[in-house]
């Protein structure tokens, strides 16, 4: 099915290579690079329209790249400037679509049945691999139906039964769980995750929710405009982001300008001194964690707020302040009840602040 | 599905894409090309390119053209303006107000639909002639109107005004519902919101379908012939029709006749084209919502009586005439119980009866035209909507020409392009030559069914098969044409039924001795045997119509509802 291995034997999963696309004039896709090794899932986290699914049609071979090489288990499947080009057909993969491409004239069992079909399987393990899927995904009773009938969660559990059946090397993910409500899409996130973990997938998983994506990847792929802001294991990500526009993106924190003063760096607006950083420049944006965060004035730096908005949940209050002299909105959850129009302290460590260069503006 | 530019690594399948450009080519392109090949070079049937123009030129500043032109322009605005008399009104009634049994109406005025327009006006000529029907019945007989410009233009308009009521009932309906009722919260009352918002909201959607009402008009043969002729009115399609089957046969002469008519009626399919994809009209799409109909009052009774009368006229009429032809023993015995049998429909199907050859030979070739004109439809949509470049422009454009091909020119084209003596091997002179008239004819319609049902399936559906390791045209096959097919199925049916009774085409290009219904009952009066003729026009109009709807309604049954698209 793949070419030959070129590459050291099943060194990766995936792995793209400055990858670009565009669509006529507009550039989709710029210089993309990343890897996968094999039993890891690598998430692709990005807002709308940063082109994940771009990159994950790419990868199935339903769009073929303008530039860059694209390698799955080894074995090239898409090189445009050495005329490598596989059908998708031929890259033998397992995907998820975000509508579930469910085919409606086909029961159950002949939607999941069909990828080992088209290998050639013989009836009688066909029909075993088939049963197995579904069982695995929780749906053997529900063979004979259509798709139609199933409900939205059922139909994407047949999605995945689909994708798994003929023990792809790498499956595609795209948002499958973007059309669920809410407490659905908590459950099936573990399914997602046990089911990967229990048949050791290789998998890339597209998503625009971080807390699916930091739950179910060993990479996040932060993306960004068409191009990889960062790659990173989830501690590390939310630890440590590279850019602003990652920190602002995965909601890690306030993010604040700040000025070099005589001795010092001061957030403007405030008249709160940090020490010095180990930044150059007259200006920088630091990012005020929501974790390094305490409720009092206990130092060792302490920010004044006011309260914005307080809403109850299930979990306490989820506070909005503004520091005091600036527009500046921080998010904080907290136990004790406090009202709008409140003023608080807020206590952090310095070192606890990242770092950023002004230039690097979110968008 | 594709979206054409971009680098798809999905192709669709080269295979479907090379059997949609030649099937294109050999049933629409070859008799195009040869028409225009004709016209240019007149000495063309004896091999020889010499003379360009020279017959061209000349047919085109012959006053014999000028002539036939001029009536067809007639003929197809007397129609129009004949159908817009008859739908308007009663569309406008339809929408705007609570007529009594409206369900009912509109389920008879659907009936000139089912009737082929020649043999309506066959009944009609049956009615109205001398000693006619009317005649027997009141003492008085309509001869002189019949048997006159404005007669043919009155029972075209009536053979077609049905298409304009539906079209604007409903769009009456929808904008009432959406537009009018936000004018009258304004102060206009019901008449003042019809003139100002409902009727100027939609003149699109009437002028597409007058002029849908043309272009049948100017391509209709049956009627013309039979009641033009014997006044002398020629319009283009008899004038093509004359210089090909009457001797001395002018093929360059029909050649360019041809092209002036297929002119006439691209102007006509562009012109409404252009209506309906403007984007005003969009806003009237959709379904008609409930609003609040008026009642009539004491109009409840007149606007009754126009229905039926309307109706009957279109309908019952037609009918009655060839029923009471079928079973007249003779015509000269008129309406009397003596004279009333089923004499004619025992020798049209007793065994051996040449009748019953033609009806077998009919179906055939309708079943057979819809197998493969909805398979070549739905192959040629999917390379069109799969398709990049020019070459999907090009396939566009052919799979929508046959749209602006009247039946005469089709065959026209064909016997240009199958009787030419240098051929080893021609379909020419077997049934073989009326499928690919009929396929050529009907075309549009499957592949109109099949992008519009295409563009509703989900661009993954496809997508994930093939991921799933499935190639180009297993994909198609497995996926994309049972999808299909519902909406396929129902191309079919129509195309059946238009087929099995076609007329000018059968009447040019059939095999020596070979007879379809529509030939048969067109020999038959011609030769006197009217009431032989009609017994074939009650059979043809009852199987052409009762098959399609007992098919429509198993596939229902047999589907459940479990397959989308069959409403
Ligand atoms: N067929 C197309 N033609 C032109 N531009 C396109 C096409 N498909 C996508 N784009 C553009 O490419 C960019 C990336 O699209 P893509 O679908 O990959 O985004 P995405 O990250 O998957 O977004 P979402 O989270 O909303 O699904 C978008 O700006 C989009 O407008
Ligand atoms: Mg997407």
Sequence with gaps: MISSPSAPAQSHALAIRSVSMSYGAENVLNDISVDLAPGQVLGLLGPSGCGKTTLLRLISGLLLPDAGEIEIAGGKVAVPEAGIALPPEKRGLGMVFQDYALWPHMSVARNVAFPLQMKRVGAAECKERVAKALDRVGLGAMAERRPSDLSGGQQQRVAIARAIVAEPPLVLFDEPLSNLDRELRETMVEEIADLVAELNLSAVYVTHDHSEALTLSDHVAVMRGGRIEQTASPHDLVNHPATSAVADFLRLGCLMPVARVADGWTIEGTGLVLPEGAFEGAQAQVLLPEKALRLGASGPSTLKTTVVRAQTRSTGQALTLRVTGTPHLIRLSSSSPVKAGDMLDLSFSPEDLRWFPISDQPT | ?567
């Design chain 2, 1 to 567: 599905m594709a979206r054409g530019a971009v680098a798809t690594g999905a192709e669709g399948s080269a295979t479907l894409k090379w059997i949609a450009i030649i099937g294109l080519l050999l049933v629409v392109a070859i008799p195009c090309l040869f028409i225009v090949v004709q016209a240019i070079f007149p000495e063309f049937g004896s091999g020889s390119f010499a003379a360009p123009f020279s017959v061209f030129f000349k047919t085109l500043i012959d006053p014999d053209l000028f002539g036939l032109a001029g009536n067809t322009l007639l003929l197809g605005v007397g129609t129009m303006v004949c159908a817009a008399i008859l739908a308007v009104p009663l569309a406008a009634l339809r929408a705007l107000f609570r007529v009594p049994g409206a369900l009912i109406w509109d389920a008879l005025l659907l009936i000139p639909f089912m009737i082929p327009p020649y043999i309506a006006a066959l009944g009609w000529i049956m009615t109205l002639q001398p000693r006619g029907y009317l005649e027997q019945l009141t003492g008085i007989h309509l001869a002189p109107l019949l048997f006159s410009v404005t007669g043919i233009m009155l029972i075209m308009g009536l053979n077609t005004f049905s298409v304009v009521y539906f079209v604007l009932s409903r769009t009456f309906e929808t904008i009432g519902a959406r537009y009018s009722d936000v004018g009258r919260v304004f102060g206009a009352g019901q008449w003042r919101s019809f003139w100002r918002i409902t009727l100027p909201l939609s003149m699109p959607g009437l002028a597409a379908s007058l002029l849908l009402v043309f272009a049948m008009s100017i391509e209709e043969y049956g009627t013309p012939a039979a009641l033009g002729r014997r006044i002398g009115f020629e319009v283009l399609v008899t004038g093509i029709e004359n210089r090909i089957s009457e001797w001395p046969i002018d093929l360059p002469g029909s050649a360019t006749l041809s092209l002036v008519l297929v002119s006439m009626a691209l102007v006509a399919f562009m012109l409404q084209r252009w209506l309906l994809t403007r984007r005003d009209y969009r806003i009237v799409g959709g379904k008609p919502q409930a609003f609040d109909k008026k009642e009539l009052g004491v109009w409840t009774l007149p606007v009754s009586l126009l229905f039926a009368f309307v109706a009957f006229l279109a309908t019952g009429l037609p009918i009655l005439a060839i029923l009471a032809t079928a079973l007249s023993r003779t015509i000269s015995g008129g309406l009397k119980p003596s004279n009333l049998g089923l004499d004619h429909f025992s020798e049209l199907l007793g065994a051996g009866s040449e009748g019953l050859v033609a009806l077998g030979n009919s179906l055939v070739l309708g079943t057979t035209t819809a197998l493969l004109a909805g398979l070549l439809g739905a192959i040629t949509a999917y390379s069109v909507v799969k398709g990049r470049g020019r070459f999907r422009i090009v396939l566009d454009a052919l799979s929508i020409t046959p749209n602006s091909l009247p039946g005469v020119v089709v065959a026209v084209g064909i016997i240009l392009a199958w009787n030419q003596p240098w051929l080893p091997i021609t379909p020419y002179n077997t049934p073989f030559i009326l499928l690919l008239a009929y396929i050529c004819i009907l075309l549009p319609q499957p592949v109109r069914y099949a992008t519009a049902s295409l563009h509703q399936l989900g661009d993954n559906l496809e997508a994930s098969a093939r991921v799933c390791g499935s190639g180009p045209l297993k994909a198609f096959v497995r996926i994309v044409f049972p999808l299909i097919l519902p909406s396929m199925v129902t191309a079919m049916i129509l195309v059946f039924a238009v087929a099995s009774r076609e007329l000018v085409a059968s009447l040019l290009v059939a095999p020596v001795g070979f007879q379809t219904i529509a030939v048969f009952i067109w020999q038959q009066f011609d030769q006197g045997s009217a009431g032989l003729g009609m017994a074939m026009a009650f059979c043809a109009v009852l199987i052409t119509t009762l098959i399609p709807l007992a098919l429509i309604s198993l596939l229902r049954w047999a589907s459940k509802g479990t397959v989308a698209g069959l409403r």
